[in-house]
């Protein structure tokens, strides 16, 4: 399976559906299953005053599990330690699109999923709540993620770019257990389908039936290993 390493805080906040675009300096032409792996490297403590500071500077509130609060002596400053998963991955997830920074909009709301199937015209659409959450300068890429899925963390070795895990059986069992389906086909513009273990053929002509009217590639997701195969315009799979 695809996976993307992530230094701490930010993977974990992925896995609570909280950051739903990475920002890269660099992109990427794959989509579908994508696994998010929290870097081995402690994040620096924070510090609060008891007399100055309503608590720490957390990226956001849903952090607060993740920090050990730590007296340190003097009574009136406070070390929060981060205690959360290092070097494992946390989540796993659709990459379903990559695109320039500046090819992309600020929207007012994109609804429960975290991000948006609406554009203009090939333009993703921003929740302005992202911003904070990565570096969206000019010339950099938003990489869209959907249906994100916190597991318990499987330690790994990261790396740099994307790079191959191999998804656990149990994990793998456990997807297509709890969605009662064997095969996902996704449109370009975020529409899922999904089909059950002896309805492959279904989920191929349901694949080519998207990119065709999209004219644009569609994917289909093997829930059993989370692997996935691009569908092209003109019919081919890849």
Known sequence: MKTLSLHQPW??????????????????????????????????????????????DLQHPDLERYYEPLECGDGVTWCYRWTGPLGAVVATCELVACERTEYSATCIDVGEQGWAIQSIGHLPLIDPDQYP?????????????????AIDPVPAKGHQGLWEWELPHCLAMTSM??????????????????????ESDE????????????????????LGTGTGSTVHPDGRIT
């Open 11 to 56: 993977a974990s906040l992925i896995s609570l559906r909280v950051k739903t675009i990475e920002t890269r300096s660099w992109s990427t032409k794959y989509r579908g299953p994508l696994a998010i792996h929290a870097a081995k490297k402690q994040p620096p403590d924070l510090w609060a005053n008891v007399f100055h500071d309503d608590g720490p």
């Open 133 to 149: 959450l990565g570096n969206f300068s000019a010339g950099r890429f938003v990489w869209l993620l959907a249906n994100i899925e």
């Open 177 to 198: 257990t709890q969605t009662g389906s064997a095969w996902r086909v996704r449109s370009a513009h975020g529409l899922v389908l999904d089909f059950t273990l002896d």
């Open 203 to 222: 989920a191929i002509e349901a694949a080519r039936g998207f990119a065709r009217k999209d004219q644009l590639n569609a994917y289909i997701i093997d």
